[in-house]
């Protein structure tokens, strides 16, 4: 599967599953690279200066709140969205600029990952608190390449504690 099937399909998938707080992170991360779509900056041409990609499985499941875990990503990939955009000329910022959002099932926590192109800057506060909020924890790293990665994890334990 292509990095745009595994968004595709999981459109087709439920994005709650009744009875549970469960949602297929593959549709959530979708549903949030088309609200980012419309306000991405453009070229005098018009064309889309930066590019979002997302490889996220359809078959990935996230414990917790929908909307919440829905805006904190939205907000960390408009974040995301602004940096890879930079034209400082003193960053090193590659000629492709993308945001780029992926995830993992570590067995133990769900690890979603928003990582961009350009100049590395600190997570805003209001993001961690977002974060918590939603029941997990936010790291960030700079990338070695230029840009930094913020990878938000949500444990499993909440879809236990919240089913109890």
Excluded: N, W, Y
């Excluded at 769900?110 to 974060?131: K, N």
Aim: hydrophobic fraction near 45%.
């Amino acid at each position: 599967m292509t990095r745009s099937d595994h968004a595709d399909a999981a459109d087709l998938l439920p994005l709650e599953r009744p009875g549970g707080r469960v949602i297929r992170l593959a549709t959530l991360v979708a549903d949030v690279a088309r609200a980012v779509a419309p306000s991405l900056p453009r070229g005098r041409d018009g064309s889309t200066l930066v590019q979002i990609d997302c490889d996220v499985d359809a078959s990935i499941v996230v414990p917790g709140h929908a909307t919440a875990v829905r805006r904190l990503l939205e907000s960390l990939v408009r974040s995301a969205v602004k940096a890879a955009a930079c034209d400082d000329p003193d960053s090193d910022v590659p000629p492709l600029r993308e945001v780029l959002v992926t995830a993992v099932d570590t067995g133990h926590a769900i690890e979603i990952e928003v990582a961009d192109s350009g100049p590395f800057r600190e997570l805003a506060s209001v993001d961690s608190v977002a974060a918590e909020r939603a029941g997990g924890s936010l790291d960030v790293l700079a990338c070695a390449e230029g840009g930094r990665a913020v990878t938000l994890r949500l444990p499993h334990r909440l879809a236990a504690a919240r089913a109890a």
